[in-house]
C-alpha cells in the first residue's frame, strides 16, 4: 500500500473532522440551548421517504418487496467493506468484487450487486433515493464509495422498479440511506486477518453531526479510510492446490470413460518456469533449469496435451492472485438549511478513492527458438544441426518477462444540491441537481511490447563481432532491439526487459447529470381514505470519454488495448404514481389498496419506451397482508456496449449465399442501434404477523422476471449463420458491397438476442422475545430458485441449480438454495451473534452429462460465522463498545468445480477461510 496514500488519506479526514468538532464544541459554548437543539424541532420539515415508492407518507406498505438492513445488522456483521453486509443476503449473488474477480482490472477496485444472479448491470444502486454517478461505463456503481459510518440503514428492492426509479432496476433496487440528520460525535476502528495470516485490513469510520443557528442549519460529516492486503496466491490454500476440470486421455466416444475428470495437483504438461521443449518429438521432453542447463522433463499421470496431473510443468493456477489488495477513502457531507417553515435547501458533497495494484493473471506461451539462436545450449544446438531441425517449440511461463502488474484507481466525486417543502395540508415537493464525474485510471506496467518481443526473441551471432545480437538489427542497425535470453528462469538482462516491455494506459472519463423533482399529496379522499398521487419529471446525461496511449491504440501490449472513444446519452423522463384505497376497516379487510405507477422515458440513442407498475396491496388483518405486483422493466445498454471503439480482426465464416467460408474482417465495435431490454415481472407474497404470536413476522414471496432483447455479444460466423437461418435482425450488421458479392465486413458488437427468465421464492422470517432479562432476535432468509434459462434462435440453456454458467454471468452461477439464519442475543448493551448461511451446490455445467464427468453435482456449503460486543461505556448520551467477528468459523473449504482456473467458484463460495475481526466503536 501507498504510505503517501495513507498518510494523506489520513491527514485529510482528519483535519475535516476534529475541525468541524471543533466548531461544533466552541458553539456549544456559545449556546446554552445546544443540547435542547440537538433534539430537533418537532415543527422541523420531514420527508418521510419509503423505498420502491415515489410516495411520503407514514403507515404506507408498498406493494413491491424490500428487504431491509438496518444499522444494527450492519454492526453484527462487522464486514470490513458495506457490501460483505449485503452480499449475505440470499438474493445476492457474491458480486463482482476484488475476492470474486481478482485478476478482472474492470472489478479490481470495488464491489457491484448482482440482484437474482442475472448480471450487476440489471441492479440499480441508489443513494437516498437518487441516482448515484456511475464507476463504470456500463452503469455500475460501486457500492463501496460510502463512509460506513454513516450508512443507517440498507433496503433492498426485490422486484422491478423502473417505473419507479428508472432503467436498470429490472432484478430489483439496492438503496443505501444515509444518517445526515446525525448529531454528535461516532466512530469506528476496526482490523482483521485471516487464519493464513493474510487478507490483513483495517477501517477507520468517523462521522460528526451538529445544528446551528437555532437548529435552522444541520451539518453533517463523515470519512472513512479502508486498506485491505489481499491474498498474493490462490495456491496459498489447501484446497486451490491445482484443482480442477483436466481432459481424460483414456476418453473415446465410444467408451465408458468421461471426456473430463476432476482431480487435484494440475500441472501443464506443456510448459514450465524455465521452458520445455515441445516440439519436435525428438527434442520433446527436454526442460531447462533455472540457469538453462538441458535436462529431462518430468512427467506427471493423466498426460494430455496441455495438462497433467503431478510432474514438473508450471503451476500456473496456484500463482494467481487469491484476491486483489484494495484500499480506498471516502467522505460525505451534508449542510442542510431550513429556509422558511415549509422550505428546507441542502447541498451533498461525496467524494471516492479506490485503488488496486496486483500482478496480472500468470499464464504460459508458446514460443520458437530458432536453431542459430546462441541461447540455446550447445549440446541442443548440436542434435538440431546434425538432425536438420530449424527450430523448436519452447513452452515457458511469463513470470519473469511478461507478467505485468495492473495499477487501478478509481475516482469519484458527487455534488448535489436541492430543496424540499410543503405547499400547506397534504401536499408536497423535492428537487433536486446532481453533478458527479468517475475517473478510472488504468496502468498496466512492465507489459510486454508484441513487436519488440518477436524481434528481441529472434537472437544471433553478429559474424562481424561476435556478439549477440537481434537477426533484425544486421539489416538495421539503429532499430534498437536487444536481444532476450528465456532458456531458463530470470536470465534475460534488465536491458532486454526494459526493451520489450512498456506501460500502457488508459483512462476512462464518466460524467453524469441529474435534475429531478417530484410533487406529492392527496388528490382527494374516497370512502376508504385519501388517494395519494405523486407526479415527477427527471432529464439526466451520462457520458463517457475514454483515452489511451498510442501503443495500447493498436493493440500493440501482450495484453489489452483500447481505441479512444465518446458517447453520451441523454434521457428525459415524466413519471407518476398513485396509491387508490379500495376499503378500509371493514370485516374482510382492514387495508385494501390499488398502487399504479408508469415513467416515459425518451433515450437520445434509441427513442422513447414506457414501464409500469401495478401494485395491490391487501391487509386482510392485523396478521395478514396480501401483496402482487405487475411491471414492466427496463436496461438501457451501457455506453460501453453502445459505443465502443474496440478493434479489427480476421476471422473466418461460412457464407450460405456464396456457399464458401473465407475470412471476413470482424469490427469489433459497439452497437449504436441497441435499443433497452424489457423485462415483464410478477411478484405475489404473504406477510404474515400473527397477534397470537407475539414477536414473530414472517413474509413469502414468488417472483418471475422475464427479459426480452436481452443484449450478447456473437462471433461473426454466428451472425452470418443466423441471419440465414431464422434471425433476419442480424443481418444489418453484415457490410456485403451489393447482393452476391463477398461479405467485407462483420459488425461484431452487441446485439439484442436473447431471452432471460429467472422465477423462485423468497422467504423471510423473524423472531423477538425475552430470555434470560435479555432479548433474543431471530432471522432467516431463504432463497429458492425455481427456474432459470436463457433462449436465443441458437440455444436454450437451463442455469437454475448450475455452480456455473457462463453465458449469462463469467464469474459464476445461481444454486437452487441459498439461506442465512441468524441468532442474536442481547443482555444490559452486550451482544453475541452467530449465523448459519448456506450457499448450495448444484451442476457443474448444466450442459454436461455422465460422459463429460463422471460427478455431475457438488454439495451445498455451511458457513458459520459468530460476533460479539461488549460495552465498555455505555448510555443514552455516549458509548463506547468493543467488538469482534470470526467469518467461516469453522473454515469451510469450497466445493471444488474446476471453474475459472482457481478450482472453485469465487462468486458463490468462501475463498478467504477463517477470517477474523476486531474493532472498538464509539459514539458521543
Not at 445488522?73 to 464486514?79: A, F, L, M, P, T
Not at 518477436?454 to 537477426?471: E, K, M, Q
Not at 432471460?756 to 430458485?785: P, Q
Request: charged share 20%.
Amino acid at each position: 500500500m501507498s504510505t503517501k496514500f495513507v498518510r494523506n488519506s489520513a491527514n485529510t479526514l482528519l483535519l475535516v473532522i476534529t475541525t468541524a468538532i471543533a466548531c461544533q464544541s466552541l458553539w456549544a459554548q456559545e449556546n446554552p440551548n445546544a443540547e435542547a437543539d440537538l433534539e430537533g424541532d418537532d415543527d422541523a420539515i420531514e420527508m418521510i421517504v419509503v423505498t420502491g415508492s415515489l410516495l411520503s407518507r407514514s403507515g404506507f406498505d408498498t406493494p413491491t418487496p424490500v428487504t431491509s438492513i438496518g444499522e444494527e445488522d450492519i454492526q453484527r456483521i462487522g464486514g470490513q467493506d458495506i457490501a460483505i453486509v449485503i452480499r449475505q443476503l440470499p438474493a445476492v449473488r457474491d458480486s463482482l468484487n476484488p475476492a470474486a474477480a481478482s485478476n478482472n482490472s474492470t472489478y479490481a477496485a470495488g464491489s457491484y450487486f448482482d440482484l437474482r444472479g442475472i448480471g450487476f448491470a440489471r441492479t440499480l444502486t441508489l443513494v437516498d433515493g437518487r441516482r448515484y454517478v456511475p464507476t463504470l461505463a456500463s452503469g455500475a456503481v460501486n457500492s463501496s464509495t460510502l463512509p460506513q459510518v454513516l450508512i443507517r440503514g440498507v433496503d433492498v428492492v426485490t422486484g422491478g422498479a423502473s417505473a419507479t426509479y428508472g432503467a436498470d432496476a429490472v432484478a430489483g433496487v439496492v438503496n443505501f440511506l444515509m444518517d445526515d440528520d446525525f448529531r454528535g460525535v461516532k466512530g469506528k476502528i476496526q482490523a482483521g486477518i485471516s487464519d493464513y495470516n493474510d487478507y490483513g485490513g483495517y477501517l477507520t469510520s468517523l462521522a460528526f453531526g451538529t445544528d446551528f443557528l437555532d437548529g435552522r442549519v444541520g451539518l453533517t460529516l463523515a470519512g472513512e479510510i479502508f486498506e485491505n492486503e489481499g491474498i498474493e496466491f490462490i495456491g496459498d490454500r489447501p484446497w486451490a492446490e491445482g484443482a480442477g476440470l483436466i481432459s481424460n486421455p483414456a476418453y473415446t466416444p465410444t467408451n465408458d470413460e468421461p471426456r473430463l475428470l476432476m482431480v487435484s495437483n494440475i500441472r501443464n504438461s506443456n510448459a514450465s518456469d524455465g521452458g520445455v521443449i515441445t516440439s519436435p518429438s525428438l527434442l520433446t521432453g527436454i526442460q531447462f533449469t533455472p540457469d538453462g542447463s538441458p535436462v529431462p522433463f518430468e512427467y506427471g499421470t493423466l498426460v494430455s496435451s496441455s495438462s497433467m496431473v503431478g510432474g514438473g510443468g508450471r503451476y500456473g493456477a496456484g500463482k494467481s492472485n487469491g484476491s486483489n489488495p484494495y484500499e480506498r477513502q471516502s467522505f460525505f457531507g451534508r449542510l442542510t438549511f431550513e429556509a422558511t417553515d415549509k422550505v428546507e435547501l441542502f447541498a451533498e458533497l461525496s467524494y471516492a478513492l479506490a485503488e488496486a495494484n496486483y500482478p496480472n493473471i500468470s499464464v504460459s506461451e508458446q514460443l520458437t527458438i530458432m536453431q542459430d539462436n546462441p541461447f540455446v545450449p550447445e549440446s541442443i544446438r548440436n542434435v538440431m544441426i546434425a538432425e536438420n531441425i530449424p527450430s523448436f517449440r519452447l513452452g515457458r511461463a511469463i513470470e519473469d518477462n511478461a507478467r505485468e502488474t495492473l495499477d487501478i484507481s478509481n475516482e469519484t466525486i458527487q455534488a448535489v444540491v436541492g430543496a424540499e417543502g410543503d405547499f400547506g395540508g397534504t401536499w408536497g415537493w423535492n428537487v433536486y441537481y446532481s453533478n458527479g464525474r468517475t475517473t478510472v485510471d488504468r496502468a498496466n506496467l512492465d507489459s510486454r511490447i508484441t513487436a519488440n518481443f518477436n524481434l528481441a526473441l529472434d537472437a544471433v551471432l553478429d559474424p562481424s563481432t561476435g556478439t549477440i545480437v537481434c537477426r533484425s538489427t544486421l539489416t538495421d542497425p539503429t532499430n534498437g532491439c536487444i536481444p532476450i535470453n528465456l532458456i531458463g528462469e530470470g536470465r534475460a538482462t534488465q536491458s532486454a526487459l526494459n526493451y520489450v516491455t512498456g506501460n500502457g494506459w488508459r483512462q476512462t472519463l464518466l460524467k453524469q447529470n441529474v435534475l429531478a423533482g417530484t410533487v406529492m399529496g392527496e388528490v382527494f379522499s374516497t370512502w376508504a381514505g385519501p388517494v395519494d398521487f405523486a407526479f415527477g419529471l427527471e432529464h439526466r446525461e451520462f457520458s463517457a470519454d475514454i483515452t489511451s496511449d498510442a501503443i495500447s491504440q493498436q493493440f500493440g501490449f501482450r495484453f489489452g488495448g483500447a481505441i479512444p472513444y465518446s458517447g453520451k446519452v441523454t434521457v428525459k423522463e415524466a413519471f407518476s404514481e398513485v396509491n387508490i384505497p379500495l376499503a378500509a376497516d371493514t370485516s374482510w379487510a382492514r387495508d385494501l389498496s390499488l398502487n399504479l405507477s408508469g415513467r416515459r422515458t425518451d433515450y437520445s440513442t434509441s427513442g422513447p419506451v414506457n414501464t409500469w407498475k401495478t401494485g395491490l396491496n391487501y391487509t386482510i388483518n392485523d396478521s395478514v397482508r396480501l401483496r402482487a405486483t405487475r411491471s414492466r422493466d427496463i436496461r438501457a445498454p451501457g455506453l460501453d456496449e453502445l459505443f465502443a471503439a474496440g478493434s479489427t480482426s480476421l476471422l473466418s465464416a461460412y457464407d450460405p449465399v456464396r456457399e464458401e467460408s473465407y475470412t471476413v474482417t470482424a469490427l469489433n465495435v459497439g452497437n449504436p442501434e441497441l435499443t433497452p431490454e424489457e423485462a415483464d415481472t410478477i411478484t405475489a407474497g404473504i406477510v404474515f404477523t400473527p397477534e397470537s404470536l407475539a414477536g414473530i413476522s414472517a413474509s413469502l414471496d414468488y417472483y418471475d422476471i422475464k427479459i426480452e432483447d436481452a443484449i450478447i455479444g456473437l462471433t461473426p460466423a454466428t451472425i452470418v449463420a443466423e441471419c440465414y437461418n431464422g434471425s433476419p435482425n442480424l443481418c444489418a450488421s453484415i457490410n456485403r458491397p451489393s447482393p452476391g458479392e463477398r461479405i467485407e465486413s462483420v459488425r461484431n458488437g452487441p446485439v439484442n438476442f436473447q431471452e432471460v427468465s429467472i422465477s423462485g421464492v423468497d422467504l423471510e422470517l423473524a423472531y423477538t422475545t425475552s430470555l434470560w432479562s435479555g432479548d433474543l432476535d431471530v432471522r432467516s432468509l431463504v432463497s429458492y430458485i425455481h427456474e432459470a434459462k436463457i433462449e436465443d434462435p441458437l440455444t436454450v440453456s437451463k442455469l437454475d441449480d448450475a455452480v456455473h454458467q457462463p453465458t449469462i454471468a463469467a464469474v459464476g452461477g445461481n444454486p437452487t438454495w441459498k439461506s442465512n439464519l441468524r441468532l442474536t442475543y442481547s443482555q444490559n448493551d452486550a451482544m453475541i451473534s452467530t449465523a448459519a448461511r448456506y450457499v448450495g451446490g448444484g451442476l457443474i455445467n448444466p450442459n454436461y452429462t455422465t460422459k463429460d464427468l463422471a460427478d455431475l453435482r457438488v454439495d451445498g456449503v455451511w458457513y458459520l460465522d459468530i460476533s460479539g460486543e461488549y460495552p465498555l461505556r455505555s448510555g443514552d448520551d455516549s458509548s463506547i463498545v468493543l467488538y469482534g467477528s470470526i467469518r467461516n468459523l469453522l473454515d469451510q473449504d469450497p466445493p471444488i468445480t474446476g471453474v475459472g482456473g482457481h478450482g472453485t467458484t469465487r462468486a458463490l463460495y468462501d475463498t478467504i477461510g477463517r477470517l477474523y475481526n476486531v474493532g472498538v466503536r464509539a459514539r458521543f
